[in-house]
Each structure stands twice: as structure tokens, then as C-alpha cells.
């Protein structure tokens, strides 16, 4: 579309814009081989693996990572069940009440997380309801469930219905059908809405600063640290997740490919 | 019978979910910021107005601070990512996925570690500045972080996948053989992209535009970490006013107006162009 000039001067740019993005996460890997002596992390002092080994020597980060991780996983799967079902009914069927629960997801996945947040610690302190892990994780597969909602659905438009209807000429019975044909068909949306709702749980920070209370995950501990200095111990697990999750886009991709023939 | 019933009996738990989580705060937020009392005596509904007024009042420097905040940021992210976005899919080939990738991955550290890690970049004497100011190049005095353009530059790094990626779909949606029909019919690579690229492009720059306006402008994060006293954005006033001084009623009246504002804007936008794009995106 452009000649040769153009591509090559859109190309630069974009490159640039790649390694500005880049840049942070640089430093935090650079800075998690950092052999540093003193409160803050902060000058490089020598490159050290040090402190992979010793990942879980500050016992309040290793529990709010556990405590995020667990979140994410209940979120994960609270939201990929619910979530599923919305999906797969506004895909399929056509019913009263889809107008105002397509506005209501619309809503949920625009409205601010600063907005949720608080509007949640309205109705708990409201309720009087104590503040911890799970509210968190209510709050978080609120959000989450208009996700998966929304890849699920996508998938269930594209299904070929044809294969449903020769699963019943076959004899299979409704739910056969679902279980046996329509299920692994949905499969690869399913799991991609559950993956994206951990991450989201995973990194929220803003709805879980108003709806935790006394317990900290893994982004509300980085935050409270910071003044005091961040230990080398936070880069160590921010590169170990970064990995975990650049390995599992590219699987994820790998896999999806289309095959040649 | 059973049939009809089957898409409410897979919706139900879902929605119930959301009806108790989402909507039902809403409406108690809306509710306590027209209540009067305090924390250790409870809340009585008094349909006291004056709070909006007061709050509103108090902190519209902070709010149309947000607001522009949230223009200038997205102005600059239509700017920054059409051009990546056009690149990767025109450009792409068959790498157009590792691109994407390269472009998404930073986005895997989480939020909060990567705007400190930025505050670690910016610092006066940081692997940034240091060596300029020791060259000479800069003055001692020169700093970033603390200014706006250290607070719209963080809303540009946190919000750019959200702009790249509706643009990237509308773009890949282009059929090569419109843009040649065009170059075929004497247009000018200029006037090819500015007449059926652009248009073409542009649900995705709106969708854009929706996804980014609304969370950089209720951003506090960003600012705190990055900003300064001079910075203040609403999103700071509003967590500050619920956290740490427990004013529950004008903390609600604040957020209250701000979610009426943006979601006043959304609900008018997404009447005029359908919800199904954005949230076709918003999934990806």
C-alpha cells in the first residue's frame, strides 16, 4: 500500500515503540539479577541468581502471592462456569431480558475500576460484611464474567450447527449432543475466557484496594512496600510471571495455528 | 416448556452475580451519597443534594484535570498506535502474531510493578536523566516525574494495547483488493489511504477511543506514583476521601458524578454505534 520508503520509515517507528514498551520490563529483570547490598534496589551492583534462590525468604510477599494466586483461581473458576453459561445462552437463544443483560455486561466491562471499587465498599460496609479474600474474589469474578461471556459467545455464533443436528439424526439425545459434540467444540473459548479472567484477577489492584481490607495480594503488598524500598524478591516473581505468561501466549498461539496442507 | 426455560436457567447464576455485584452497589453508592451521618453512627437517607454541590465545587480543578488528562492521553494514543497498528497489519505478514505478541508481552508484568518500574526509569539522577545531566545536555534542575507530561506519558504506556488492538482488527478487516480497486482507479497512495483506508479504519479508532478515554480519565495510580502535588487526578481525591478519611457520602457523590459523566458519554456513543464492536474487542 505504501512504497518502500514509507514501510521502512513505519517500521522503525514501530520498532521504537516496541522497545519503549519494553523498557520497563527491562528493568525489572534487570533489576531481579541485581546483586544489591541495600535497602533499595535501586543501582546496579553486579549481576547475582541469588535471589532465585531465595524467592520465598520474605514470608508477607510469598502469602500475598499465594493469596492473589488463589484469588485468581476461584475467580477463574466461579467466572469460566458462570460466564459460560450467559455466553452460550445469549449465543444461542433468543429470550426476554438478553437486551438489558447485554447493557448490564456492556456496562460492567466499561464502567471505572475506581467506580466498582468503591461502589462495592459501599454496599459491604453498608452490609457490614468483613472485608478479605472473598470479596476480592466476588468482586473479581464480577468483572471477569462479562469476559468470558463475550469470547464465549463469539465462539458460539461460528459453531456449525450441522454437526449438532447430525449428532441427534444419530440417535444422541440432547444433552449426549451438548456433552459429546457442542462442549469440545467450545472448548478452546472456554479455556482462553478462563486464562483471561485469572489475569485480570492476577493484576487487578485498584478494585481489590477497596474491597480487601486487611489482606494484601500480590500488587496492593508492591504498593504498600514501595516507599520502604522493594525487595529484589518483587522482580524475582514479576520475571517469573512475565515468563509464565509470554510461555503461555506463545503455546497458546502455536497451537492455534492453522495447519498447512 | 423445558426448552424455553433453559437460556434463563444459564443465565440465572451469571446474572445473579452481576445483579448483587454490580448493579446493586451501584445503587447503594448512589443511595449513600445522598445520605447524611458518619461512620461510628450510621447513614440516613436525607436527599441531601448539597453534598454533589460541595464536592463538586471543591474539587472541579482536579476533575477537569482528569478530563483533559484523559483527552490529551487519548489524542496521543491514536496518534502513537495507528501508526504500529497499520504497520503490523499491512506491514506484518506472516509474523503479524510475534509482532502482536512483542507489542502485548510487556503487558504481562503487572500494572502496579511497571509504573514503579517507570518511576525507577524517570528519577532525576535514573539510568534516564543521570547520564544526560552529567553530560551536560540537561540542566540539573531538569526533572519529569512530578509533571504532567511523566503522568500522560504513564496513562499512554498503561492504555496503549487498548488502542492498538481495535485499530489492528479494523485494519486487518481491510480487503487488499478495496485499497488496489482504489490505487487501480488513479488515487494516489495519499489519497487510497485517506479515502478508503481511514474511513474504513475508523470503528476501530472510536472503539479505541472508548476504551481508553474512560479508564485513563478515572486513573489514580498513575499520577500518584508518577505525579505530584500539582498532578492530582479525581481517582486520587475519590480513594483518598473513601480510604483514608472515610468520608463515605461526598466520596460517593464524587464518583458518582464521575461515573455519570463517562458513562453518560458511553451510553450516548454506544447508541450511536451499537455495543456489539466494542465488546467483540474489548474481548480480545
Known amino acids: ?261 | 416448556m423445558r426448552r424455553a426455560l433453559t437460556p434463563y436457567l444459564l443465565v440465572l447464576p451469571g446474572g445473579l452475580w452481576l445483579l448483587l455485584f454490580f448493579v446493586v452497589p451501584a445503587a447503594t453508592m448512589l443511595s449513600l451519597s445522598l445520605q447524611e451521618g458518619d461512620v461510628v453512627n450510621g447513614y440516613v437517607f436525607t436527599g441531601h443534594w448539597q453534598t454533589y454541590a460541595d464536592a463538586i465545587v471543591t474539587y472541579r480543578t482536579q476533575f477537569l484535570r482528569s478530563l483533559t488528562y484523559g483527552a490529551i492521553t487519548t489524542l496521543v494514543l491514536v496518534g502513537v498506535a495507528f501508526p504500529v497498528a497499520y504497520w503490523i497489519a499491512v506491514h506484518g505478514g506472516r509474523r503479524k502474531p510475534a509482532y502482536l505478541l512483542l507489542l502485548l508481552s510487556p503487558y504481562f508484568v503487572s500494572f502496579v510493578l511497571r509504573t514503579i518500574s517507570w518511576r525507577q526509569l524517570l528519577t532525576d539522577e535514573g539510568v534516564l536523566l543521570g547520564p544526560l545531566k552529567s553530560a551536560g545536555l540537561l540542566s540539573a534542575q531538569f526533572h519529569v516525574l512530578g509533571t504532567p507530561v511523566a503522568v500522560i506519558g504513564g496513562l499512554v504506556y498503561t492504555f496503549l494495547p487498548f488502542m492498538v488492538l481495535p485499530v489492528y482488527v479494523a485494519l486487518e478487516r481491510i480487503d487488499p483488493r478495496v485499497v488496489e480497486a482504489a490505487r487501480d482507479l488513479y488515487a494516489g497512495p495519499a489519497a487510497a489511504f485517506r479515502r478508503v483506508v481511514l474511513p474504513l479504519a475508523l470503528p476501530g479508532v472510536f472503539a479505541g477511543v472508548l476504551m481508553t478515554f474512560v479508564p485513563a480519565s478515572s486513573d489514580y495510580v498513575t499520577s500518584a506514583v508518577l505525579g505530584g502535588p500539582s498532578t492530582t487526578m479525581i481517582g486520587q481525591v475519590i480513594q483518598a476521601q473513601y480510604l483514608s478519611s472515610s468520608n463515605y457520602p461526598a466520596a460517593s457523590a464524587l464518583s458518582a458524578t464521575l461515573m455519570a459523566v463517562l458513562l453518560g458519554g458511553l451510553f450516548a456513543y454506544a447508541r450511536a454505534l451499537g455495543t456489539a464492536d466494542v465488546l467483540t474487542v474489548a474481548a480480545r
Open chain 1, 1 to 261: 500500500m505504501t512504497g518502500r520508503g514509507g514501510g521502512r520509515v513505519l517500521r522503525a517507528y514501530s520498532l521504537l515503540v516496541i522497545a519503549w514498551l519494553t523498557l520497563p520490563v527491562l528493568v525489572m529483570v534487570l533489576f531481579s539479577v541485581n546483586d544489591t547490598r541495600g535497602r533499595y534496589n535501586q543501582s546496579w551492583n553486579g549481576f547475582t541468581l541469588a535471589w532465585y534462590g531465595r524467592i520465598f525468604e520474605r514470608d508477607e510477599l510469598t502469602r500475598a502471592l499465594v493469596t492473589s494466586l488463589l484469588i485468581a483461581l476461584a475467580t477463574m473458576l466461579v467466572a469460566g462456569a458462570l460466564g459460560t453459561g450467559i455466553g452460550y445462552a445469549l449465543g444461542r437463544y433468543r429470550f426476554r431480558g438478553s437486551g438489558v443483560l447485554d447493557l448490564v455486561m456492556f456496562a460492567a466491562v466499561a464502567c471505572p475500576d475506581l467506580v466498582m471499587g468503591a461502589s462495592l465498599l459501599t454496599l459491604f460496609v453498608s452490609l457490614g460484611a468483613g472485608l478479605g479474600a472473598v470479596t476480592i474474589a466476588c468482586a473479581h469474578v464480577m468483572f471477569a464474567i462479562s469476559f468470558v461471556a463475550v469470547v464465549v459467545r463469539a465462539r458460539v455464533l461460528t459453531l456449525d450447527r450441522s454437526l449438532e443436528e447430525a449428532a441427534a439424526d444419530l440417535g444422541a439425545g440432547r444433552w449426549t449432543t451438548f456433552r459429546r459434540i457442542t462442549l469440545p467444540l467450545l472448548a478452546p473459548a472456554v479455556s482462553s475466557g478462563m486464562l483471561l479472567a485469572f489475569a485480570l484477577s492476577l493484576d487487578d489492584f485498584v478494585v481489590a484496594g477497596f474491597t480487601a481490607g486487611t489482606t494484601t495480594t500480590f500488587p496492593l503488598w508492591i504498593w504498600g512496600a514501595t516507599r520502604a524500598g522493594l525487595p529484589p524478591q518483587v522482580n524475582v516473581m514479576g520475571t517469573l510471571l512475565y515468563l509464565t505468561g509470554v510461555l503461555l501466549a506463545v503455546s497458546t498461539a502455536i497451537r492455534a495455528r492453522p495447519r498447512r496442507r
